[in-house]
């Protein structure tokens, strides 16, 4: 366990390297906030396992998590050559790759991964598989800064007082620290900006409720859980002066594929005209997507909405379920879109292209 910030917030790693036994620990987020317990992930098959199941979970957390599994995966091979280690890297990479297919984060962590193995090309196997230790490293600490930069930016577009609703979790767990769309919330915190969140419960597998609402309760934040169903009721009754979301990738145009329930909360944003705000560090922009149509939204399975989080199913036996775990927010629907480097704001496909040059 970890002390940070002023606020007196005690949070837990959720990735890290344990440097003596070179083995990757995760919080299991699955067991949260009943259980804090964390895992020892020695082999990539147990990796796989661990961000299918969302034991490791967000976008910046699983891009962590990928460039640990990258090193994992080669580390103990018993290549001669570059060519050898290189084949082996690439399997590891493909089959990482094929654990959860929306956030984009996993992809451009093993991308990054690789071109750290090509740079490396010419030296001692045992240097490059440090070398890539070294990377995955730099990806982790990197990300820290990133969400530290995001929070601030963001903290400039809110005042205290506030009452601000998150869909999901886009907090520490999710990230290296201080998280995306919570970054702010932190960081207005131990400034004393008396911030009244909202948090959505984020059917089905709840992470407003088991991840946000226990984050944020840990860390003495004021805040109030409620069903994905009564955003529209606290809009109205003017509890909400601004909407704070995570993402999981945000295509060339702005458009930006989150946690299923996402657009909805944005709709209804419109609506009662409360800024809507997507916090995304730039490894979450993929600036090779044009739009969200071309975002590949995963489908998850049948259970997680009839039964796995009760006692008993709560739909009849057999009731055919449709599970999409990501839907795509329009850009229109979006204020701003807050990076490390600063706010984008429309049009989106020449703000975010700014971000990159900066
Ligand atoms: O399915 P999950 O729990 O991985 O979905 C996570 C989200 O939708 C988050 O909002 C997103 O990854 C941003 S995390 C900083």
């Excluded at 193995?117 to 490059?128: D, M, N, P």
Aim: hydrophobic share 40%; net charge negative; glycine share 8%.
């Amino acid at each position: 366990m970890e002390k940070y910030m002023e606020a007196g917030a005690t949070v837990v790693q959720s990735v890290r390297l344990d440097d003596e036994k070179d083995v990757l620990i995760i919080l299991d987020q699955t067991l949260l906030p009943n259980e804090k317990k964390f895992l020892e992930i020695h082999k990539i098959e147990d990796l796989w396992e661990a961000i299918h199941s969302l034991r490791v979970r967000g976008a910046p957390a699983i891009g962590i998590a990928a460039g640990y599994g990258a090193y994992l995966g080669i580390k103990d091979c018993d290549a001669a050559t570059y060519e050898e280690l290189y084949e082996a890297f690439k399997k590891v990479k493909t089959y990482l790759g094929s654990s959860r297919p929306t956030a984009v984060n996993l992809f451009w962590a093993l991308d990054r991964m690789e071109a750290r193995l090509k740079r490396e090309e010419g030296k001692a196997i045992e240097q490059i598989k440090t070398s890539l230790r070294e990377e995955a490293e730099k990806i982790r600490i990197e990300d820290e800064k990133v969400c530290e930069a995001i929070g601030n930016y963001a903290l400039s577009l809110l005042e205290p007082g506030w009452g601000i609703l998150t869909h999901c979790n886009a907090g520490t767990i999710a990230t290296a620290k201080y998280g995306t769309a919570l970054a702010p919330i932190y960081l207005g915190h131990a400034k004393g900006y008396d911030f009244k969140v909202y948090a959505d419960e984020t059917r089905p597998l709840l992470q407003g409720a088991r991840l946000t609402a226990w984050e944020l309760k840990e860390a003495g934040v004021d805040v109030t859980l409620i069903c994905d169903n009564m955003a529209s009721i606290v809009m109205k009754e003017g509890r909400i002066q601004a909407v704070l979301v995570g993402c999981d990738r945000v295509a060339a145009n702005g458009d930006v594929a989150n946690k299923i329930g996402t657009s909805g909360v944005a709709i209804m944003a419109k609506h009662y005209q409360i800024p809507f705000y997507v916090c995304a560090p730039l490894s979450t922009i993929d600036m090779n997507c044009s739009d969200g149509e071309k975002i590949h939204i995963e489908l998850r399975s049948d259970e997680e909405i009839t039964s796995k989080w009760y006692e008993k199913p709560m739909a009849p036996a057999g009731v055919k379920a449709y599970n999409p775990c990501f839907d795509v927010t329009d850009h229109g629907l979006i204020t701003a879109i807050i990076t490390e480097k600063g706010i984008a704001y429309p049009p989106y496909h020449e703000s975010l292209s700014t971000m990159f040059n900066k």
